[in-house]
């Protein structure tokens, strides 16, 4: 029996919304039925649908931003921050495909015309994150169906009332059903659909263990293209400057955004001795500061819950064994209310714990380490598995060129948050963040494969080395029915 899906608001604890799980062969056998249409379509058209699309999203942007709120508990003005990144996509995306994934024509010394151009792989399986449960899915969504894919879209089983809205406005813009689907799930539909040897890519964006079984899984398929988006342990370095309160500010920016819930949030803080004893009182007194509330409340606050209970308890159990290790609280974790997932902003000493664990810890909990120097900073800042995110704050341009060239991450920014990637370039990291498939910019390299051909328009060929002399009798023959071939050198 099909089981049910029940998707909880995550700061009132009331039920939102509630499915049966999908049928995974169903909707595969669906995708694949209508991929040669679609797949067949010219670009325009494709490219048409997809900014009707846009137009369907801002319709129902303020509704679909509500929807977000509600169902992810972060606050209505970030809500609406996603949708409108939902709608900038499409644009990017189009612009993406014709610069990496178009088609050209290549110089050939061969004779007839050479052409690179490029082939959807076919039915591609998206499994969406619950902290960007509309944006982050669509940005892989959107690069798939403009190349021509078809798509099944499995959102997080924790928001999948955002993934059915996402849809359903692919379908008002007149997208085909079986072009794109909402394939509600847990984890088990998650497993057939990766597995399903109809399907032909796995674009998935969540934690690294999450990655690394589907990517096992994958193991003996590695025909299927695999397009990996995981998390990150990210630092966050801090030298000398004058400007203390604006650092402090973009520690909190860094670390809380999303009540910490980004796979681009900092979760490690690794200040030099000579700054440290301004720094953190500041990033301490701004954080204490910081509203924690419900998404609608006002004024609006600057986080709303985590996710969920389970991950509440995980993060509150966290913070205590980080402590029982010899981290020392600079701002304890709190949860006001022991039903709801509402956590308040921590900060951690980690600088004497034996052992810091390489872990993400996807909350408002930031690790602190001190350290006497910047060869210090950058050796703790790349002691990771990690690789995706990393900032320094103040220094010098030569610091920042020395960070840069030292820091093993996929962002690398001076001055500005962890996170806040920008769509319009490649998005992914190194180590346990990605498989070396960056999505936002460099999304469309996945969504299609590149055919590299040659051409004339008749048979013409002669073989010019490596034949045996004819026998005398078949040459008589031969010449009275003389080939209408000519000699020719091969092309040296
Ligand atoms: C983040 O930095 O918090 O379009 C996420 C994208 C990126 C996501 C950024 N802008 O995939």
């Known amino acids: 029996m099909a089981e049910e899906i029940v998707s909880i608001e995550p700061a009132t604890g009331k039920e939102l919304w509630r499915r049966q799980t999908g049928d995974v062969a169903e909707a595969v056998a669906k995708a694949r039925a209508a991929f040669p249409k679609w797949g067949s379509e010219s670009h325009t058209r494709r490219i048409e649908l997809v900014r009707r699309f846009a137009n369907q999203v801002r319709k129902q942007a303020e509704p679909f931003a509500e929807l977000i709120a509600r169902e992810t508990g972060k606050p209505l003005w970030e809500a609406r921050t996603e949708v409108e990144a939902v709608i900038g996509k499409v644009e990017i995306s189009v612009r993406a495909y014709q610069e990496r994934t178009g088609a050209k024509k290549l110089d050939s010394a061969l004779q007839g015309s050479a052409a690179l151009r490029h ?13 960007f449960p509309a944006h982050l899915p669509n940005g892989h969504i959107v690069p798939a169906l403009i190349a021509g894919n078809t798509v099944i879209f499995k959102p997080s089983e924790k928001t999948p009332a955002v993934g059915d809205f996402l849809v359903k406005c692919f379908h008002a813009a007149k997208i085909p059903d079986g072009v794109i689907q909402c394939l509600v799930g847990g984890p088990a539909e998650g497993k057939s659909l990766v597995e399903h040897p109809e399907v032909d890519g796995v674009l998935f964006t969540g934690s690294a263990r999450a990655g690394i079984a589907i990517n096992r899984r994958l193991a003996d398929n590695p025909g299927k293209i695999l397009a990996l988006e995981m998390g990150g342990n990210n630092p966050l370095v801090v030298l000398d400057t004058p400007k203390v309160e604006d650092a402090a500010a973009l520690v909190i920016q860094s670390a809380f955004t999303t009540a910490g819930q980004r796979c681009t949030a900092a979760r490690r803080l690794i200040v030099v001795d000579s700054i440290f004893d301004t720094l953190i009182p500041a990033v301490k007194a701004l954080a204490e500061r910081l509203i924690v509330g419900d998404p609608f409340a006002d004024p609006q606050p600057f986080m709303g819950p985590v996710i969920d209970n389970d991950t509440a308890d995980l993060l509150m159990e966290s913070f205590v064994a980080l402590m029982s290790r010899g981290g020392v609280p600079l701002l304890p974790m709190r949860r006001p209310d022991d039903a709801l997932p509402f956590l308040t902003p921590s900060l951690l000493d980690a600088t004497e714990m034996a052992e810091r664990p390489d872990i993400e810890l996807f909350g408002p909990l930031l690790q602190v380490v001190r350290v006497p120097d910047f060869d210090t900073a950058i050796a703790e800042a790349n002691a990771t598995r990690y690789g995706l995110s990393a ?6 341009p030569k610091d920042y060129d020395r ?13 500005r948050p962890t996170n806040g990637a920008s769509s319009a370039a490649p998005f992914g990291g190194i180590g346990l963040s990605g498989n070396h498939r960056p999505a936002a910019y460099y999304a469309a390299d996945y969504c299609a494969y590149p055919v590299a051909s040659t051409s004339v328009d008749q048979p013409r060929a002669s073989m010019g080395v490596g034949l045996a002399e004819m026998e005398a009798e078949d040459a008589k023959l031969w010449l009275k029915t003389p080939p209408k071939v000519t000699a020719r050198q091969p092309p040296s």
């Open 391 to 396: 900032s320094l704050v103040g220094g010098t």
């Open 403 to 415: 960070f840069w060239a030292e820091i093993r991450a996929g962002i690398i920014n001076w001055n």
């Open 119 to 131: 082939k959807p792989h076919g039915v591609m399986a998206v499994l969406g994150p619950y902290n």
